[in-house]
């Protein structure tokens, strides 16, 4: 009896267990109160677990077995939301579980609001959205307006503002109602190995919405960020795919790195645009895929006042292309995207484009480099490029008059059909193209090449079918100072 009482009076001085997400730093969403059942929202679950990891300095916000129906979750400092495979993070399809409330930034319309989301961080550092899980947006069940430029009505999956050290890595992005995901000025962000799957009209052969309205459900936005790699993604997307932009005339989207994804779209594929207020500068991207889209594989522009430049893309391929395989673009629609922000003078120049191949490109868009009258882009190489047509245009079709469309959206689309198979190039200086091959499926008989207005053009080791029809392989209206040869 006596040992007894001093075991018990012992295993009153032991330390009292500690709850186990705090030994391992894991709050498990379920002992929050979630059910994971699919059909009650847990929301408020999922956001106590965030706030209390938050506020014990940091760790991983554990979501596994179960489908987590959500409204609006805001990630904090230091947090990880981990998705486990075979886990749901599922959006609500009622609208007002994503509040948009007050913001220290201005939104896409110049107000200082959040809009609508279904994760949202502002201000926050060391933030993630790990694991191989599924976040759904349930886009199709969204009941919000269309392809409204405010996205008012239609939440997007994330959506980051002035965060610092971020990381999205491994989950799959599913059926956004509007973009896939976006991050607004952000600093030292990683996005790697994720999936998005967002597309209405999957058919790229059919009529872009024959069978669904288009939601804006780009796949991956970046605007005015900085330091930013992305890596080994595949992106399925309704919109854009990976797309850079900046609405800011005194911010800018540099220092970035995309490479080894592989993408494809509704819109195009890889794109530097279409909002451009700043600076978009440094960036490459290489060795990617680009397939089934229906705008350009590469597109880059200035259309509102940006300097863009120093801009490489290197080993791409592409396949499907129903718009231009690259698209290079000054022009001034000068939007602004802030109140009473000025408009820049635009620039674009220093951009390399080379190690590209591509089959089945559209007959009617190809590829094209153009300014304007009074604004040149400006040194601009294409090495190494290997590209087939669609082709089966007449001789005709070479003397069409293009229009400037100065302020007109720009895109592959802009001009209508070309009067060059290969590339139309316009208001440009510096233009470099080394060992270039252009070749169609069907027989195409404009030239390969037409430049006009053009100051500095050189070609070497141009290689560029015809048929007998063809008037000129190369047509040169007011070329200047141009060097010419090897074809």
Not at 151 to 171: E, L, T, W
Not at 231 to 255: Q, V, W, Y
Not at 390 to 398: P, R, V
Not at 443 to 462: N, S, Y
Request: hydrophobic share 35%; net charge positive; charged share 20%.
């Amino acid at each position: 009896m006596n040992r007894l009482i001093l075991l018990l009076f012992g295993m009153l001085f032991l330390p009292l267990p500690v709850p186990a997400q705090r030994v391992s730093g894991t709050w498990d969403v379920f002992d929050s109160g979630a059910k994971g059942d699919g059909k009650v929202l847990d929301t408020k679950a999922i956001q106590s677990s965030i706030d209390h990891c938050h506020a014990a300095g940091g760790g991983k916000v554990y979501l596994h077995n179960g489908t987590f129906l959500s409204g609006t979750i805001y990630l904090k400092s230091n947090v990880t939301l981990h998705v486990e495979a075979g886990a749901t993070l599922l959006g609500s399809d009622n609208v007002n579980d994503f509040p948009s409330i007050s913001s220290r930034y201005p939104s896409y319309t110049g107000d200082f609001v959040t809009n609508k989301m279904l994760i949202y961080a502002e201000d926050a550092v060391n933030i993630a959205i790990t694991g191989h899980g599924t976040i759904d947006g349930r886009g199709d069940g969204i009941k919000g307006p269309y392809l409204s430029p405010s996205f008012s009505g239609r939440p997007r999956i994330i959506h980051f503002r002035a965060c610092q050290n971020v990381k999205i890595r491994d989950v799959k992005l599913y059926n956004s109602a509007s973009w896939v995901q976006s991050y607004q000025s952000c600093k030292n962000v990683l996005i790697d190995g994720i999936t998005v799957d967002s597309r209405e009209n999957k058919d790229i052969e059919k009529p872009r919405w024959a069978d669904a309205r288009g939601r804006n459900n780009d796949g991956l936005d970046l605007v005015d960020c900085q330091q930013v790699r992305i890596a080994n993604c595949n992106i399925n997307a309704g919109d854009d795919a990976i797309c850079l932009k900046s609405f800011s005339p005194d911010e800018a989207c540099r220092d970035i790195t995309i490479t080894n994804c592989i993408v494809s779209s509704n819109a195009s594929g890889i794109k530097i645009g279409t909002e451009t207020s700043g600076t978009l500068e440094d960036i490459t991207v290489s060795n990617c895929v680009v397939y089934d889209t229906r705008v350009d594989a590469i597109s880059m522009m200035t259309a509102d006042g940006a300097t863009v430049q120093r801009i490489t893309f290197s080993g791409i391929t592409m396949r499907n292309i129903k718009g231009g395989a690259i698209f290079v673009r000054l022009n001034k629609r000068n939007r602004p995207y802030r109140k009473n922000a000025k408009v820049n003078e635009p620039a674009l120049k220093d951009i390399l484009i080379e190690n590209i191949q591509g089959t089945r490109i559209s007959a009617d868009y190809g590829s094209s480099i153009t300014g304007i009258p009074n604004a040149f882009v400006e040194n601009i190489t294409l090495r190494n490029i290997n590209l087939t047509f669609e082709g089966g245009i007449q001789a005709a079709d070479a003397d069409r008059a293009i229009p400037e469309r100065e302020t007109a959206y720009p895109n592959g689309l802009t001009f209508g059909r070309l009067p060059a198979y290969g590339f139309f190039i316009r208001h440009a200086k510096n233009v470099f193209l080394d060992n270039v091959q252009l070749r169609f499926l069907k027989e195409d008989q404009r030239p390969a090449l037409v430049c006009e207005d053009v100051e500095g053009l050189e070609i070497a080791r141009l290689k560029a079918q015809s048929t007998a029809q063809t008037r000129v392989l190369v047509r040169k209206v007011n070329v200047r100072d141009g060097k010419g040869g090897g074809w």
